[in-house]
């Protein structure tokens, strides 16, 4: 099979390409390497050497042309990612994000591919799951910024106040997105799924959780929570962990995202034309923020977290997922720990980037 993956010398995507190709795929690579992603020596991703590589941005409908040539199936990364600075990025977000998929789309409609793996994200679900003891499950609203500058942290029942229980949030949940890249990541799967209904094609959007692993680029702004701690460290600096460091997610490694794609990309084709599904993509393993940050400063040698309290608005509380549709339909199964991989991280070199990370 060839496999088009956009963003493929990204932190994912480059992955991507070496466990296709292992598996015995073609990858072609689309990405425009801009130093702001990928550090100012940026170079063709490993384990992509036997395919191709196509510079050049996923907006352009020339671009993106040349480079569906001969494909049978796109695995879509290309991405503009993280909360960002604040809301002056939020053109930018939309422009990399959804105009690209819709570029994207447009050409695959016209090329004749009809099969598509979407990267998705969590961040589509807002708050994850909640119990309440006497209203049973329920939806908290965003959190309100006086508790929090207060330290109170947990959301509560919106009906009684109550603390409430957080558990595992399913693909079947509706969708709150509460900041500017989740709502991109929300738009991206309406696109794909307006798109197969409209072509006859296959869509599956994987929505990831924390992906953490080797080539994460630091010191940006842009970045996951990981690769705040794992830069940190580089500095010889302790993480510094928001809120209470209780926040609970989870975390899963960048291998086991790979592989996912793979089993998706060779499933997606023999699905029912026109139809989209989601998947969650993630460990299984609940840890804190605060655990992981532990976790990862003793495995490197570095010095303690420090806690601090602070907060930024956007953030959830609690959000993990329940990952077994993935492996009951998808015969998927994550394969690195949490001990494992973060000790495999806290070792691992960081890709230079700069202020932003659009890949």
């Known amino acids: 099979m060839r496999v088009l993956v956009t963003g493929g010398a990204g932190f994912i995507g480059s992955e991507i390409v070496r ?10 690579v689309l990405d425009a390497l801009l130093p702001s992603a990928h550090g100012p020596a940026a170079q063709r991703p490993a384990g992509g050497d036997d395919g191709r590589l196509i510079v050049g941005d996923v907006r352009d409908r020339a671009t993106v042309d040349r480079a569906l040539y001969g494909v049978d199936a796109v695995c879509h990364q290309a991405a503009m990612v ?49 119990a309440c003891r006497r209203h049973g499950t329920v939806r908290p609203g965003p959190r309100d910024p006086a508790d929090l500058a207060a330290g109170r942290f947990e959301p509560r029942c919106p009906d009684c106040g109550e603390a409430l229980v957080p558990g595992l ?30 072509t006859g094609g296959s869509a599956v959007a994987l929505r990831y959780h924390n992906v953490y692993g080797p080539g994460m680029p630091r010191d940006t702004p842009y970045a996951g929570v990981a690769s705040f701690f794992r830069s940190a460290l580089a500095r010889g600096e302790a993480p510094r962990v928001f809120e209470d460091g209780g926040q609970r997610r989870d975390f899963i490694h960048v291998r086991d ?38 976790a990862l400063a003793a495995a490197h040698g570095g010095p303690a977290p420090v806690v601090t309290g602070e907060f930024r608005l956007g953030d959830v509380r609690h959000v993990t997922a329940d990952s077994r549709r993935l492996r009951e339909e998808l015969g998927w199964r994550p394969r690195v720990g949490f001990a494992e991989g973060m000790a495999d991280f806290a070792a691992a070199p960081l890709r230079e980037a700069g202020a932003g990370l659009t890949v």
């Open 257 to 294: 995202v790979a592989a996912a794609n793979t089993v998706a990309l060779e499933a997606v084709g023999a699905r029912v034309p026109g139809s989209f599904a989601a998947y969650n993509t993630g460990s299984g393993e609940p840890h804190t923020i605060g655990e992981m940050a532990g």
């Open 19 to 28: 466990g296709l190709t292992s598996a015995g795929h073609e990858a072609v």
């Open 169 to 198: 949030v399913g693909e079947d949940a509706p969708a709150d997105p509460r900041n500017v890249y989740a709502a991109t990541k929300l738009a991206q799967e309406h696109l794909a799924a307006s798109w197969a209904r409209a």
């Open 82 to 130: 993280g909360l960002g600075k604040d809301f002056a990025d939020a053109p930018e977000y939309v422009g990399c994000n959804d105009l690209g998929t819709a570029v994207l789309l447009a050409a695959m409609a016209g090329a004749g591919v009809r099969s598509l793996v979407l990267a998705g994200s969590m961040v589509v679900y807002g708050e994850g799951r909640y």
